[in-house]
């Protein structure tokens, strides 16, 4: 190599290291506007704070939104029993107006014998004990409509225990006979099963819901011709199952995926409110059971509530054939 190009070669790799040394210093000297180390440690401690700041208020926000749905839903789930209570007040006025009229009609044949007679015979001593025996099983009777009125509009949340579905069926179906007996028979099999696991009143809106829906799906005036009958049976292990099954209409399958949705409703304006079948699912779900149905247009309706067993009664698993044979 010349001496020359020795010369040429130092300059162009004295140049190239100026230019490697310049841009080191540019990476290691501070960028305008950018702060020293210590600030910008400070100024992500204060952007932490913040970000924790807003999470924590919008997490508080969240606990109050939650509240108030639950507070919502508890009084949807009251306003809808009203609205079942209201749908059978009619017929609660008739069942009572029954007993109600005997009763006052017997006291007043008492009153007038009494009156009338200083010495009484066998004959009419006994025929005032007979009136006083159907008074007082007329009271009775109004005792027990009273009581069950009592038991399905109460408010608050009783807790969950052992319940007894034959039990509970069988005060809504008394709730509901003013609905069902001018449009079909009434056919109840829930003996014999073991307490599941909720409580009276929900369970109680439950199946009062259901046995009013399958009445109004049956049209007034042949009864002897239509059926409603609710079974209940062993279901999967641990499980009680219970059908509600009826000869109404049915439901169309383009309504039968939106029957569980608040406020979806195919009756006219006035008549429903779309919220009985949501607030039962709502209920049954909530007891750990599941609600579902079944049904062909023209050919009825069946909904089955699978409820679980109470924990002190539940028997040991049961083979799954014998379970659903």
Do not use: W
């Amino acid at each position: 190599m010349t001496l020359r190009a020795r010369v040429t070669h130092l300059s162009a790799v004295t140049q190239r290291r100026g230019s490697l040394r310049r841009a080191f210093q540019a990476l290691c000297e501070p960028r305008p506007g950018t702060p020293p180390p210590e600030e910008e440690l400070h100024l992500n401690e204060e952007r932490v704070r913040e970000r924790t700041a807003a999470l924590e208020a919008a997490n508080a926000k969240l606990s109050r939104n939650l509240e108030q749905l639950h507070a919502t839903q508890a009084q949807l789930l009251f306003a809808d029993r009203l609205i079942a209570l209201g749908r059978i007040a009619a017929g609660v006025g008739h069942e009572i107006n029954n007993p109600l009229a005997f009763i006052l009609s017997n006291l007043e044949y008492i009153h007038q014998e009494l009156q009338q007679k200083e010495r009484l015979t066998e004959q009419d001593r006994q025929e005032i004990l007979e009136a006083l025996a159907e008074t007082r099983d007329g009271a009775e009777r109004i005792r027990l409509i009273v009581r069950d009125l009592q038991t399905l509009s109460r408010a608050e949340d009783v807790g969950s225990g052992p319940a007894d579905v034959g039990a509970v069926v069988r005060t809504a179906a008394k709730m509901a006979m003013h609905e069902l007996r001018h449009r079909a028979r009434l056919v109840l099999e829930c003996d014999g099963m073991p307490p599941v696991q909720g409580n009276g009143s929900r369970l109680g809106q439950v199946f009062l819901n259901l046995l009013l829906n399958a009445a109004q799906a049956i049209p007034p005036g042949h009864a002897e011709q239509n059926e409603v009958r609710i079974v209940a049976r062993h279901g999967l292990p641990g499980q009680v199952l219970v059908e509600v099954k009826d000869t109404g209409c049915g439901i169309a399958h383009e309504h039968r995926e939106r029957i569980f949705d608040p406020f979806f409703t195919t009756k006219p304006l006035g008549v429903g409110t779309g919220l009985g079948l949501s607030v039962c699912h709502g209920i049954v779900t909530s007891l750990g059971g599941a609600l579902t149905v079944e049904s062909e247009p023209g050919r009825g309706s069946t909904f089955r509530v699978m409820l679980p067993v109470a924990g002190a009664f539940a028997q040991p698993a049961r083979p799954l054939v014998d379970a659903v044979a």
